[in-house]
């Protein structure tokens, strides 16, 4: 996440200090995982973009929703790239509601948010907590941890979810995707969200570029189309890409308003 | 929806309003269908609390709590439930009584405040366990830090292949024990080995193989000389550092050692390679010395156990050293000094044994260097033929004595012809030939005037090549002479052969031309008898007295060189005794 140049042998370092993205994250969703800084930086956005909590809320609840459809077709095995701080709703406690022996690796860069969810799981059967970056899916596909818990011989669901708007495009996202993919095995899944500016006018995307430019993660905002692009060599179930409210919503209003969560999200299924 | 008789559709509807009243304050992590049981089960709760005296406000703050657990966390929340509850519960669920207003109150407050407590300690636990998470972190990347410091300075000073450690990290530990060592007269030493032709290795069973060895070699060096440091100085050079040593046995010791665990059997992948090292040795008192001079001492000294032969060790003679040392830098500077014009001829007579006249005259090349003095061959010609510098050097002196010659036929009727020793690397030169035929043209010095002296030995290597240059040197009309003859195999019957116009014969077999009828006298009488069956002239080199001169005479030998004769000189003074008649 930061663009320090450093030696090739220095690990990252800490700095808390600097605002981190999940922990500002988990503070929308109303937790206390986070310091002041980070408070600080999500109030500055929250004053810019008013949204801001209601969008992580809404992100959240299509992941939760996700897992739920997942489970439901009998996925057993998540792979949760990019999975943050948050503390109620994680993906384990969603699928072993209902799969009590589904198998969860949470991947993240950030440190702390390791640390944390590692604290957090510490004796939670079926789970497991990696250090590494998305921009990196060889060594997550390879790391030993991942390899223990994961049977990448049988259904896999990846999720990315509300991480790839981190990932600019000179990073090749959809390169990154099909790392990932090459690895699974045929009725994995991917779930895939993230922040889009799809269908605003131009004055409103230069007013959104000016607060995300702002704050300390540039946010790569992505078309519908562009986001779809993503699911290449996956089918996408029903109803596709959409704003996160309107995927499967549990009660008709819950749709209501759709657009103004500014996340677009969908699940696709490698056929075979 | 009908209306059963009992409460539940009741709550269920008042339920669902809190429900509604609560979306969008925090994130729920529920489906709706859940968060709406729940909150039925506590609606249950308030009704049945309101209804039941005395009024346990207890129950105010487990519905609080229950809330906060479900993580309904947020401030809003709890102004909506407050709200909800006051404007519809008692409605809803037709809760009548006196002082309902007043129960309803007090319940609300107490959930107000478990409210508040719940959520207090739900965030202080919060911040406990992320700034846990933070101080984890911080310290494993601190440690993961240390880490990847450590590998990196491990691997900067240690050899990749082997993991000894290299030459940074030898040349600092070499450096402190100097440093450690001084003052106290204590004493350490070197040890440089070198794996014998270490380059078959590689070359008979390939790199792999070669690598292996050397991973063995160095895991083998190691045990062996326990507790002494051994690094890797690249290739298949090592260095082995011996503190506190009481004295050359100690380090000896160590060499002993060393070679002796190199030379055990050693099958790498199933190939028996075998190899032998050479080790060079200093040992001395720190205070004498530093660690470059060390470590260039030992180096010198591995290179005499090479040169040896290897397979042993050599211990370091300072003596040896230096005269080394100042060989170097006498062949060293032999370019400069012939660029400068420090060297000269001076010629010696070959004087006729028959009339004593002067025939020839043997060009004997001088140094003045600049700080030594005048050298005289021996001290330089040697060298120069073990660097090739002889090639230049020798090319001067052929030029030179030339160009001087051929101002002698104004001096005199009969001038001499000047005799110029060719050594093995000049005549093997294929340009040699070239060389002369355009210096005999440049100067003008008629061929017959020139002769070349070479040794038996370079005849005796019986390849071709010289012996074809020598044909063409001879038909040039260039004479040719056979150097030192005697000292050498001294074989008469490959002359045959050979375009050689004169022996001469080394000063040794004159020296033993004392008595007459002496065993050399008679072999020197046979071998000018044979010579002149030959055709070839006789001259005996060494002459110092009268008495060998009328021997040599008696013999039949035909011209004398010595300092009977006379002693190299400069051409002048030579030509001046010519034309002064002089007495030879
Ligand atoms: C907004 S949170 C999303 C959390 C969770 N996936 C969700 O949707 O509820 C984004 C997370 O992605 C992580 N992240 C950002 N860039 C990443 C990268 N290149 N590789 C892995 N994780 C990354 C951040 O540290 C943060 O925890």
Redesign the interface.
Known sequence: MSGLQR?D??????D?ERPSVA?MYDYY???????AVDRAAAQTMMAAVPEAP?M??AN??FL?RAV?YLTDVGIRQFLDIGSG?P???NVH?IAQRHTPDARVVYVDVD??????S???LAGTDGTTVVQEDLRHPERILAHPDVRATLDFSRPVAVLVVAVLHFVPDHDRPAELLRTLRAALAPGSHLVLSQASDDGRDDAERAEAEQVYRRTDSPLSVRSRAELTAFFDGFQLVEPGVVWVPQWRP??PE?AEDAERAVFLGGVGRLGG | MGEPPDGAPRTGVFARAWARALS?T????????QLETLLQRLTDLLAQTLRTEPLDLRVGHRIATELVAA?I??AEALGRTLEVVQLRLLRDLDLVADDMADRMARLLAAVATGYARALRD??LD??E??R???M???V???Q??RA??A??RHQATHDALTDLPNRTLFGQRLAAAVEASAGGGRRLGLCFLDLDQFKRVNDSYGHRVGDKTLISAARRLSRAVEPHLVARLGGDAFVILVERSTGTGDVVAVAEAALAALSEADVVDGNDVAITASVGIVERRADDTSPDELMRAADTTLHWAKDAGGARWELYDAERDTREKARRALSAAIPTGLERGEFYLDYQPLTSLQDGSLLGVEALVRWRHPQLGVLRPDRFIGLAEETGLIVPLGGWVLAEACREAVGWSAATAQPPYVSVNLAVRQVRRPDLVQEVRALLRRTGLPPDRLQLEITESTMMSGAEEPIRTLRALADLGVRIAIDDFGTGYSNLAYLRDLPVTELKVAGEFVRGLRAPEAADERILASLVSLAHALNLTVTAEGVETGGQAERLRAIGCDAAQGWHFGRPAPAVNILARVKGGAPC
């Open positions: 030696p042998w220095a690990p990252e370092t800490i808390v922990r969703l109303g937790g206390s995982h986070n310091f209601l992580a809320q959240r609840a939760r739920q701080i503390t109620v709703g406690e440190p702390v948010a390791v640390a944390h590692r604290e957090i549990e009660t819950d | 969008g925090s994130y729920l992590p529920m489906p709706q269908a993580h966390v947020s739900r965030t919060e911040q366990t992320i846990r998470a933070a984890t972190a911080q494993e990347a601190e993961a830090l990847s410091e590998r990196f």
